[in-house]
């Protein structure tokens, strides 16, 4: 991985420029990172399990 540090006048490090594609490589990471947290923690959760189309349904019903 190519990186480029912007710095203060003082040389400390306030930045970093990376390539493109390194940077959508991360952030598709990320995403799914974060998937993989709510996974844990809803099933962790002690929360009523309810089918996704009934889900939905109840989501459009409130939307009413």
């Known amino acids: 991985?190519?990186?480029q540090f912007i710095s203060d006048d003082k040389g400390n490090k306030i930045a970093v420029i990376l390539?493109?594609?390194e940077y959508k490589r991360i952030c598709e990471e990320l995403?799914?990172?974060e998937s993989i947290k709510a996974y844990?923690?809803?099933k962790a959760s002690?929360?009523?399990i309810i089918p996704f189309e009934e889900a939905i349904k109840e989501i459009?019903?409130?939307r009413e």
Do not use: F, N, Q
């Open 1 to 3: 991985m190519t990186l």
């Open 19 to 21: 390539p493109i594609e």
């Open 31 to 33: 995403e799914e990172l």
């Open 40 to 42: 844990d923690a809803a």
């Open 46 to 48: 002690k929360d009523e």
């Open 60 to 62: 459009e019903k409130s």
